[in-house]
């Protein structure tokens, strides 16, 4: 009967999938090919004009006090004075979410406008290049604490981010859009109030714009994906976002328009570099204005972003000849004159909107080899190898942090407090970028093995809390009595007490676990190749290739796997030690009580 108990939740969570998996297959999943791979080049054919629904306010970009007169000659650029992580390397950091400027592709490989003509820059300068993925808000902390030589991010140059962080010359200029909901009041930007729910990604300079400009506080989110999503569901009243994310992302038949552009205020578009790093930042001016010079700009302008220039600006130095770009307006133009009148599309309902967001099935068959393959495999070595960490040293806290020393008891009490105190992300970061440079030597600048010893280092203080209450449940009696019996102290400890405490928290112990392997997902922080991503940005990225959060949903899956045999095994075992095993004809204390009766 217990075993039957046990099983009953996971046969209710199979059901439940199976469910889910059968609704997706019997039609509200969006049909096979209605998703589009947000981060491939889209080519001329979707060329726009500059926006016609301008902000009032919005006359053009700042005046620009940053731009370099002039570069100096490719033929002078010293790669030994570059201060790179690695020699001709670049070590860029990048995103993985905002297509088409800065993406992973359905290849695995970052790409978008910004990283391609980071490459042909590179090339003129005889680098190579290794992306590696992290969040935005900590991406200028990474690159002026050298954890990347560059950061590549549509990143808007502001005088705010220029005590962080320097800049190159800008490669591309920023629009702003305001995107609401259908049939909003909110018609423009001046008829956002307070009061409002106004989405923006955190740390981005849209808000910046929302805060310093607008004189509004904004609802922040980690990414684009979410801030739309929750616009779409009515949770935020707009969302001012980059124009090309915007555009990319308001598809046609969602519940949103974007009603209105403004130029970014804030200067141009850029590549960070630690501030103190020139040489670096003068060979990459050289290198931009070289691919503007050559034409490279305007080809991979033209086939990832292609949309017309504001007047007055154009990208490199002063000295970088314009580039030569095809008539974007025109073209835009023509293109729409041959589709004829756009036929309006009728809204989807709140149901084909939930079907075609959450149970796209051939996005599951897409994300699954993904996620097996990448995100799967390291997911479990870092909870395994942190689970480790965690056990080990969470039982020698546990074991100060009864001592009768205060020598000993003081530094597990303040370890603990401080690493359970602390928010997640914020350890992680303090140890990837206050540690990893000290110990890159020896980690060959890879954070993968500093991502382990931040979450076995937290989970540790944790561990460490579970195992004391367990050991000091124990009756003191347990103690005693083995001392009676001749055992010193440390042995009735590790033979006797420790024993029963830990099989009285089993459960608290899985539970930790379980957290430990949610919070994996925050190693991203640090910075990780594509090759190292753990499940939760395998399901993202494919996210934002797609504007679809079925993989996420498929991600979550994946954890439910992992996580709900686990729960219910340990509460097999926890039941089996607790009532014992059932006697039997096979027990060897039944048959020898058996036959001293007989």
Not at 188 to 196: I, N, R, S, T, V
Not at 242 to 265: M, R, Y
Not at 407 to 422: C, E, N, Q, S
Request: aromatic share 8%; proline share 7%.
């Amino acid at each position: 009967m217990s075993c039957m108990r046990v099983l009953r939740p996971s046969v209710k969570s199979l059901v439940l999938a199976l469910i889910i998996g059968m609704v997706a297959a019997m039609g509200l999943a969006a049909p096979a090919g209605a998703q589009v791979d947000q981060c491939t080049p889209p080519g001329i054919e979707s060329a726009s004009a500059l926006p016609t629904n301008l902000a009032a306010a919005a006359a053009g970009p700042a005046a620009d006090k940053y731009t370099t007169a002039t570069v100096k000659p490719l033929a002078s650029v010293d790669l030994n004075a570059l201060g790179l992580t690695q020699p001709g390397t670049l070590t860029v950091g990048t995103l993985s979410d905002a297509p088409p400027s800065i993406c992973i592709d359905s290849a695995g490989q970052y790409t978008g406008f910004d990283n391609e003509l980071l490459k042909a820059v590179a090339e003129k300068l005889g680098l190579r290049v290794n992306f590696v993925g992290t969040e935005f808000s900590g991406l200028l902390a990474q690159v002026a604490a050298r954890r990347f030589d560059v950061g590549s991010s549509s990143i808007t140059t502001t005088d705010a981010r220029r005590r962080t962080v320097g800049f190159t010359n800008g490669y591309d200029f920023g629009y702003f859009s305001l995107v609401v909901p259908k049939g909003s009041a909110i018609t423009g930007f001046e008829k956002l109030a307070p009061g409002q729910r106004i989405g923006v990604v955190q740390g981005t300079v849209q808000e910046a714009y929302v805060i310093d400009t607008l004189g509004l506080q904004p609802v922040k989110f980690p990414d684009y994906n979410t801030v739309y999503a929750s616009l779409k569901t009515g949770q935020i009243d707009a969302w001012v976002a980059p124009s090309q994310q915007a555009q990319g992302t308001v598809q046609p038949g969602d519940p949103a328009d974007i009603i209105e552009n403004t130029f970014s205020l804030d200067n141009f578009i850029a590549w960070a570099v630690a501030g103190d790093n020139q040489p670096l930042i003068d060979a990459l001016n050289s290198g931009l204005d070289a691919v503007i010079a050559d034409g490279t700009w305007s080809r991979l302008y033209t086939d990832w972003v292609p949309r017309a220039v504001p007047p007055g600006w154009k990208p490199g130095s002063k000295a970088a000849p314009a580039p030569e770009l095809p008539d974007f307006a025109a073209i835009a133009a023509q293109n729409q004159s041959a589709q004829g009148p756009t036929a309006p599309v009728q809204p989807k309902s709140t149901l084909s909107q939930l079907a075609a967001s959450f149970l796209d099935w051939d996005l599951y068959k897409q994300a699954i080899p993904d996620l097996f393959k990448t995100g799967l495999p390291n997911t479990l070595i870092l909870t395994v190898a942190a689970s480790i960490i965690g056990l080990i040293l969470g039982m020698a806290l546990a074991i100060a942090g009864i001592s009768k020393s205060r020598w000993l008891r003081w530094p597990a009490r303040i370890y603990t407090d401080i690493f359970r105190g602390l928010p997640e992300v914020v350890i992680i970061l303090l140890i990837g970028l206050g540690v990893g440079p000290v110990v890159g030597h020896l980690t060959g600048n890879n954070p993968f093995p500093l991502g382990i010893a931040a979450l076995g280092l937290m989970a540790a203080a944790y561990v460490g809390e579970i195992f004391r209450s367990g050991i000091q449940s124990v009756d003191p009696g347990q103690l005693e009595a083995s001392r009676a019996l001749g055992f010193s102290y440390p042995t009735s400890m590790r033979l006797v007490v420790v024993p029963q405490g830990v099989r009285r928290v089993l459960p608290a112990l899985m539970n930790q676990f379980i957290s430990l392997l949610k919070a994996s997902s925050l190693v991203y922080f640090l910075g990780l190749i594509a090759n190292q991503r753990e499940l939760f940005q395998v399901g993202r990225d494919l996210n934002a290739q797609t504007g679809n959060l079925s993989p996420l949903v498929a991600a979550g899956l994946f954890y439910l796997a992992l996580t709900i045999p686990l729960t219910h095994l340990v509460n097999f075992i926890d039941t089996r030690l607790r009532r014992g095993r059932k006697p039997d004809e096979k027990d060897p204390l039944v048959l020898a009580t058996s036959q001293e009766m007989n």
